[in-house]
C-alpha cells in the first residue's frame, strides 16, 4: 500500500487534485501557503521514500525558505508583486525535486528552466503507452483502433442524412449528450491538467547534464591559468594588460572622482527644488548612472579574472580598483540620494522603491568583488554569492504591500509631494481605506496642490472624480469579498474590509 501511495503516477494525480481544489477559480491567498507546506512534506516525504542518508543540501534548504516566505508574502502583503515572486519560487522549488543535490543557487535556476523543457516529454511516458526500452508499433494502433472507431462515425453520419427515421430515433440521444457535455466545466478540467503539469515537473528523469558538471566542478577560488609560452610571449602580453589595465583604472577614478565630487556638492549638500518636474536629475540620471555602475563591475571582473592577481608588484593595480570599487560605492549613495530627492517632491511610486532594492543589489556586487580581490577568488564565487542575494531580496522586496504604503505616505505628505491621482486610483483593492476621502478633504488637499505644484492643475484633475472611481471600486471590493472563501483570504483586503465597512 505504502508503495503503491508513492507511486510518481498516483502523487502527480493526487497533487493536481489538490492544486485543483485550491486554486480553481480562487485567486492567490491561504491557498499558497498550503500548496507550498504540501511541497515542502512531498519534498522530505520522497527523499524518506528514496532512502537518502545525506543531508539535504544549503541550496535546498534556501529554496524551502524562499518558498515558504514568498508564500507568507502573499497572505500578508498581497501584491501583485509578491504573488508573481511566490510562481517564480514555487516553480524553482518543484524543478529541483528530480536532482536535490545541487551546491549553487545559479545552477538550481537553471535546472528548473531544464526541468520544465522536458516536461512534454515525462508527461508521455508517464500517462500513455510510450515507456522506454519498448518500441511501439503504430499500424496496430491504427488497425485495431482507429479505423473501427473512422469507420463507425463515417456511416453514422452517412446514415442520418440519409434516412430521417434514422436520425430521429437518435436525435434524443444525441441531445441528451449535447446537455452532458453543456454541464462539463473545460475549464477546470484544463485547470486541473495544469496541476497535473505543474508536478510532473517533480518526477522528470534527468540522467545526465552539463548543469550537474558545472555545478560539482565549481571552484571559488581563483585559479591560476598556467600555459606554455615561447620566448616569454604570453608573459609579456599579461604584462602589457596589467599597464593597460592600471592605466584605465588611473583615468575612471579621476573621472569618477570629479564625478563624485559634483554630485557631493551640488547633490547631497547644496540642492535647491527649481518646481520642476526633476525629470533630468532623477529619470535620465539615475538611469545613466545604473548603468555606469554595471559597466564597472563588468570592467573589474573582467580584468580581475585573469592572472594578473598573481603577478608580483601588482599592489597599485588591486589600489586602483579597489579605490574603483570605493568610489562607485559612492555613485550609489549619490543615486539613493536622488532618489529620496525625487520621493520628497512626488511622493512613493513602485519605480522610486525597487531602485533602492536595486541599489542594494549593486553595493553586495561592489562588496563582493572587494573581497574577491582580497581572497582571490573566482567568478563562480561572484556568481554564487550574487545570486544568492539577489534571490533574497527580492524576496525580501515581496513582503511589504507597497500598494497601501504608497497611498498612506502619498496623502499624508500631500502638503509636500505631488499627489498623482491618476497613479493612485490604480492601486489595489487593499488600499481602498487608505484612499476613502470626503470631498471635502480631496478639494483641500488639491488647493494646496495646486498651490505648490503649478503644474498639475489642468493635467491632473481635468475629467477626473477620484470620489466616485473610489466609491465603484469599493462596491466592486466588497461584492468580490463577500464572494470569496477562506482559501482567497489574505490580510491587507480583510483589514481594508473591516476599515471601509464594520
Not at 36 to 50: D, E, H, P, T
Not at 74 to 96: E, K, L, Y
Not at 340 to 360: C, D, G, N, Q, T
Not at 493 to 499: L, N
Request: with cysteine; hydrophobic share 50%.
Amino acid at each position: 500500500m505504502k508503495r503503491y501511495l508513492f507511486n510518481p503516477t498516483t502523487l502527480i494525480l493526487a497533487s493536481a487534485f489538490f492544486f485543483y481544489l485550491l486554486f480553481s477559480r480562487n485567486s492567490a491567498g491561504i491557498n499558497s501557503v498550503l500548496i507550498s507546506l504540501y511541497s515542502i512534506a512531498l519534498f522530505f516525504a520522497l527523499r524518506k521514500q528514496n532512502d537518502k542518508s545525506e543531508r539535504v543540501k544549503p541550496v535546498s534548504w534556501l529554496l524551502i525558505a524562499g518558498l515558504f516566505a514568498s508564500s507568507l508574502s502573499v497572505v500578508f502583503a498581497h501584491t501583485d508583486f509578491s504573488i508573481i515572486i511566490f510562481w517564480c519560487c514555487f516553480f524553482f522549488f518543484i524543478g529541483n525535486f528530480a536532482y536535490q543535490n545541487m551546491k549553487h543557487l545559479q545552477f538550481a535556476i537553471l535546472l528548473s528552466f531544464q526541468s520544465l523543457s522536458l516536461l512534454p516529454v515525462t508527461v508521455l511516458r508517464r500517462f500513455t503507452f510510450i515507456r522506454r526500452k519498448k518500441k511501439v508499433d503504430w499500424t496496430n494502433y491504427i488497425r485495431f483502433v482507429f479505423l473501427p472507431v473512422f469507420t463507425i462515425v463515417i456511416l453514422f453520419v452517412i446514415y442520418s442524412y440519409s434516412n430521417d427515421l434514422f436520425f430521429q430515433s437518435f436525435q434524443h440521444l444525441i441531445n441528451r449528450l449535447g446537455e452532458f457535455l453543456n454541464t462539463i466545466s473545460f475549464d477546470r478540467i484544463l485547470f486541473f491538467l495544469l496541476g497535473v503539469l505543474i508536478f510532473t515537473i517533480c518526477f522528470v528523469e534527468i540522467s545526465s547534464s552539463k548543469i550537474f558538471i558545472s555545478d560539482s566542478s565549481l571552484s571559488m577560488n581563483l585559479e591560476r591559468k598556467k600555459r606554455k609560452s615561447f620566448f616569454q610571449t604570453l608573459n609579456r602580453l599579461l604584462y602589457r594588460k596589467k599597464q593597460m589595465a592600471i592605466f584605465l583604472f588611473f583615468i575612471l577614478n579621476l573621472m569618477i572622482f570629479w564625478l563624485n565630487y559634483l554630485d557631493i556638492s551640488h547633490i547631497w549638500f547644496n540642492f535647491q527644488w527649481d518646481g520642476g518636474y526633476l525629470k533630468e536629475m532623477v529619470h535620465e540620471g539615475t538611469y545613466l548612472l545604473i548603468v555606469a555602475i554595471l559597466i564597472s563591475i563588468a570592467v573589474s571582473v573582467y580584468y580581475l579574472n585573469s592572472n594578473i592577481l598573481f603577478m608580483k608588484d601588482n599592489r597599485l593595480f588591486k589600489t586602483l580598483v579597489i579605490v574603483w570599487l570605493i568610489q562607485n560605492a559612492i555613485m550609489i549613495a549619490s543615486v539613493s540620494i536622488r532618489n529620496s530627492y525625487y520621493i520628497e517632491y512626488f511622493a512613493l511610486a513602485y519605480k522610486r522603491i525597487f531602485v533602492y532594492f536595486f541599489l542594494a543589489m549593486c553595493l553586495i556586487g561592489l562588496a563582493s568583488i572587494i573581497y574577491m580581490i582580497y581572497r582571490r577568488k573566482s567568478i563562480a564565487f561572484l556568481l554564487s554569492v550574487n545570486s544568492i542575494s539577489v534571490y533574497l531580496i527580492i524576496i525580501l522586496s515581496a513582503c511589504f504591500n507597497w500598494d497601501g504604503i504608497i497611498a498612506r505616505y502619498n496623502f499624508a505628505h500631500y502638503n509636500q509631494s505631488f499627489v498623482h491621482f491618476n497613479f493612485l486610483i490604480d492601486l489595489n483593492d487593499s488600499a481602498l481605506a487608505d484612499m476613502n476621502y470626503t470631498e471635502d478633504q480631496l478639494s483641500q488637499i488639491k488647493m494646496v496642490q495646486s498651490r505648490k505644484f503649478s503644474f498639475s492643475g489642468d493635467t491632473e484633475y481635468a475629467n477626473l472624480n477620484f470620489t466616485e472611481s473610489i466609491r465603484k471600486r469599493k462596491e466592486q471590493f466588497k461584492s468580490r469579498w463577500e464572494k470569496s472563501n477562506f482559501l482567497e483570504w489574505n490580510y491587507p483586503e480583510s483589514r481594508a474590509y473591516q476599515r471601509l465597512f464594520d
